[in-house]
């Protein structure tokens, strides 16, 4: 007898837990502001650096120099990569990123309008270290000089 007592016990208590879960699980409140954002939607502004890139092409040199600020998106994202080692490789991503568009784009160099041409770039560059870093959501090209010198 004890021991169909204690089964049923035993059985009652997980069914209670299997289907009582729903109510004793604790809900997130509605938030009370709707501008009101969590951490992990913000977006964090890392600026790289300037960047100094001598490109040597078939028949010319490619020199670059540009400015670039990354945006991650949430907290712990940001905190992962702002060490100096995290922020060691996102600068190489970025600068591989860049030399591939340099050997791709012929026309990297030429001038074009400022802001669709900056506009242009940043796009893809942020979609070259999404690749390698997805919480990487976007950039902005504060500076972007080009200069072709001929080939000796």
């Given at each position: 007898m004890k021991y169909l007592i204690l089964i049923m016990c035993v059985i009652g208590a997980g069914a209670l837990g299997y289907f009582g879960e729903g109510y004793l699980r604790p809900v997130r409140a509605a938030k009370s502001d709707p501008n009101a954002s969590d951490k992990?939607?913000?977006?964090?502004?890392?600026?790289?650096?300037?960047?100094?890139?001598?490109?040597?092409?078939?028949?010319?040199?490619?020199?670059?120099?540009?400015?670039?600020?990354?945006?991650?998106?949430g907290a712990?994202?940001?905190q992962s990569l702002n060490g100096a080692v995290g922020r060691a490789r996102l600068r190489d991503a970025t600068v591989t990123a860049i030399s591939e568009l340099a050997e791709?784009?012929?026309?990297?160099?030429?001038?074009?309008?400022?802001e669709a041409r900056q506009a242009e770039l940043t796009s893809?560059?942020?979609?070259?270290?999404?690749?390698?870093f997805p919480s990487v959501r976007t950039a902005r090209l504060n500076s972007f000089h080009a200069n072709v010198t001929a080939r000796e």
């Open positions: 992990q939607d913000l977006l964090f502004n890392m600026p790289l650096g300037k960047f100094t890139m001598q490109i040597t092409q078939n028949r010319k040199i490619l020199h670059l120099v540009f400015d670039l600020d990354v945006y991650i998106m712990s994202a940001f791709t784009d012929p026309n990297l160099a030429q001038p074009h309008e400022a893809q560059i942020v979609r070259k270290l999404y690749v390698t």
